[in-house]
């Protein structure tokens, strides 16, 4: 089970892409979309139903799922998620420090 999800604040731990910060578009096995990062350039044919022109579009393409680690905004640095049951609700908390992990939506 994948212990990040959509929404998710993530930094880049391996790759060309080592350092950089975003947000987590979507999740699908084991790989990450991840917003404004690991830009790749794709040849799209015009499509006349759907009213797509042609051309050169650059796009997010996947991660792996190691590649990324949640960010951790209070210790400003990659941190690992648990899981926590807090009154009867089973919740992800930062292995660090124990905080609960805020989804933005």
């Known amino acids: 089970m994948a212990k990040i999800k959509k929404g998710d604040q993530v930094i880049v731990i391996a ?7 975003g947000t987590v578009l979507s999740v699908s096995n084991d790989r990450v979309k991840v917003e404004g990062l ?4 794709k040849h799209q044919k015009p499509n006349r139903a759907t009213g797509a022109e042609g051309g050169i579009v650059t796009q997010e393409a996947e991660l792996h799922i190691s590649n990324v680690a949640i960010f951790n905004a209070t210790t400003q640095k990659a941190d ?4 926590q049951t807090i009154e009867g609700v089973k919740t992800r908390v930062y292995k ?3 905080e609960s992990v805020a989804v933005a939506k």
């Open 80 to 83: 690992r998620v648990g899981y």
């Open 38 to 41: 690991n830009l790749v350039k």
């Open 15 to 21: 790759g060309k892409e080592k350092g950089k910060q």
């Open 96 to 98: 660090s420090n124990g």
